[in-house]
T-cell receptor, first 117, second 113 residues
Framework: GAVVSQHPSRVICKSGTSVKIECRSL??????MFWYRQFPKQSLMLMAT?????????EQGVEKDKFLINHASLTLSTLTVTSAHPEDSSFYIC?????????????FGPGTRLTVT | GENVEQHPSTLSVQEGDSAVIKCTYS??????FPWYKQELGKRPQLIID?????GEKKDQRIAVTLNKTAKHFSLHITETQPEDSAVYFC????????????FGRGTSLIVHP
């Protein structure tokens, strides 16, 4: 089955620093990937849609200069949280849709727990 | 845009009972409706999905029904087991190739042994 990996699984950083999270589709190509943020006991909140070779599309209220997304290949998208603050602490999850299929199924990564101190 | 309402937010049942979670959506263009199970600290896992050309789908103890006219769909779990305890999310995805689903708020299912 389709597998999506995410790295790191958890990270602790100091306020003001930047953190990069990687999302990889391991056995399929993904033109489109999604980045979600999930706070405790809440639903998945879509942050942005990452498209290979083009700029990401950000949801309303998500700062594109703070959450930098790079989708440089068909198997890798990265999310960089710049100048992180404690309120950025959350569970970040990516998902990928297989290229060239009419299947809408999203394959989720295992998530990254970010704690900003 | 799409709006998905999910109820109940919490559902507590005894082992062996059935559990039903309901979702409504607003965009008639939505045509793909997945259900995800998420255990604490883990990724959402697809447990069943249904497309708009089908009214019902079943996979062992799990079934999903879809009423396109009323714009609602439901998840049914029979013979619940403690390992079914998790948060369940419904989603509605529009046609047109955007693949962007709108998720419900989630239902925390607790199955008491």
């Amino acid at each position: 089955g389709a597998v999506v990996s995410q790295h790191p699984s958890r990270v602790i950083c100091k306020s003001g620093t930047s953190v990069k999270i990687e999302c990889r589709s391991l056995d399929f190509q993904a033109t489109t990937m999604f980045w979600y943020r999930q706070f405790p006991k809440q639903s998945l909140m879509l942050m942005a849609t990452s498209n290979e070779g083009s700029k990401a599309t950000y949801e309303q209220g998500v700062e594109k200069d703070k959450f930098l997304i790079n989708h440089a290949s068909l198997t890798l998208s990265t999310l960089t949280v710049t100048s992180a603050h404690p309120e950025d602490s959350s569970f970040y999850i990516c998902s990928a849709v297989e290229t060239g299929t009419s299947n809408y199924e999203q394959y989720f990564g295992p998530g990254t727990r970010l704690t900003v101190t | 845009g799409e709006n998905v309402e999910q109820h109940p937010s919490t559902l507590s049942v005894q082992e062996g009972d059935s559990a039903v979670i309901k979702c409504t959506y607003s965009d008639s263009a939505s045509n793909y409706f997945p259900w995800y199970k998420q255990e604490l600290g883990k990724r959402p896992q697809l447990i069943i999905d249904i497309r708009s050309n089908v009214g019902e789908k079943k996979d062992q103890r799990i079934a999903v029904t879809l009423n396109k006219t009323a714009k609602h769909f439901s998840l049914h779990i029979t013979e619940t087991q403690p390992e079914d305890s998790a948060v369940y999310f419904c989603a509605a995805t529009p046609s047109g190739g955007s693949y962007i689903p709108t998720f419900g708020r989630g239902t925390s299912l607790i199955v008491h042994p």
